[in-house]
């Protein structure tokens, strides 16, 4: 079935370093790919998507680019803040049972220190 | 705001208990989630429903027993539960037929004693 691999945590950065979060991904077909984020004690956010090869996807800084060719959808950011602390989860969305329905990987936790 | 809203936030109770967690949207979704969510293991899809009707019930303990009334509300009625069920259980909301993402609750967290 479809399924997501991403790097496992956690992950601890200094503030204004570079981050890069790795995602891969097996499915029939062409899913849509997304990055979730959850800050602590919340639920889960939509951070960014892409719903086709060579589609980027972007917001607050964050950027990932959907590569057909690898099934990859690495997150990227250029300079973390401390405010960025929390779980990240890359997700793809496939059809089955009348429904699109999501499977995550299995969340990386990223620490952002002054 | 989510556009999802969950509660309560918190649920401590027994194993004898009978509780349930409501899930409430206002963005004019026609599929709704419950997802388990438990430390060190991956988001687990445990039940969906399309218009009303359920439509997935991913192997989940008949403890949990899901309703639907209507598109825009969703409970979960738990009843004998188990230590191991102690988890955050989130709620989403997509639109139908679409390849659109999931909107999220922000959970309830939930302790079996």
């Known amino acids: 079935g479809d399924s997501v691999t991403q790097m496992e945590g956690p992950v601890t950065l200094s503030e204004e370093a570079c981050l890069t979060i790795?995602?891969?991904?097996?499915?029939?077909?062409?899913?849509?790919l997304f990055w979730y984020v959850q800050y602590p004690g919340e639920g889960l956010q939509l951070l960014l998507k892409?719903?086709?090869?060579?589609d980027k996807g972007s917001n607050k800084g964050f950027e990932a680019t959907y590569r057909k060719e690898t099934t990859s959808f690495h997150l990227e950011k250029g300079s973390v803040q401390v405010s960025d602390s929390a779980v990240y989860f890359c997700?793809?969305?496939?059809?089955?049972?009348?429904?699109?329905?999501?499977?995550f990987g299995k969340g990386t936790k990223l620490s952002v220190i002054p | 705001e989510t556009g999802v809203t969950q509660t309560p936030r918190h649920l401590v109770m027994g194993m004898t208990n009978k509780k349930s967690l409501k899930c409430e949207q206002h963005?004019?979704?026609?599929?709704m989630y419950w997802y388990k969510q438990s430390a060190k293991k991956p988001l687990e899809l445990m039940f969906v429903?399309?218009?009303?009707?359920?439509?997935e019930n991913n192997s989940v303990p008949s403890r949990f027993s899901p309703e639907c009334p209507n598109s825009s509300h969703l409970f979960l009625h738990l009843h004998t539960l188990q230590p191991e069920d102690s988890a955050l259980y989130l709620c989403?909301?997509?639109?139908?037929?679409?390849?659109?993402?999931?909107?999220f609750g922000d959970g309830t967290r939930l302790s079996i004693l």
């Open positions: 989403a909301s997509s639109p139908t037929g679409t390849n659109q993402p999931q909107h």
């Open positions: 790795n995602c891969t991904y097996t499915a029939t077909g062409y899913p849509s």
């Open positions: 892409a719903t086709k090869a060579d």
């Open positions: 997700a793809l969305l496939y059809s089955g049972a009348g429904s699109y329905q999501l499977t």
């Open positions: 963005l004019g979704h026609n599929a």
């Open positions: 429903y399309n218009f009303k009707e359920q439509t």
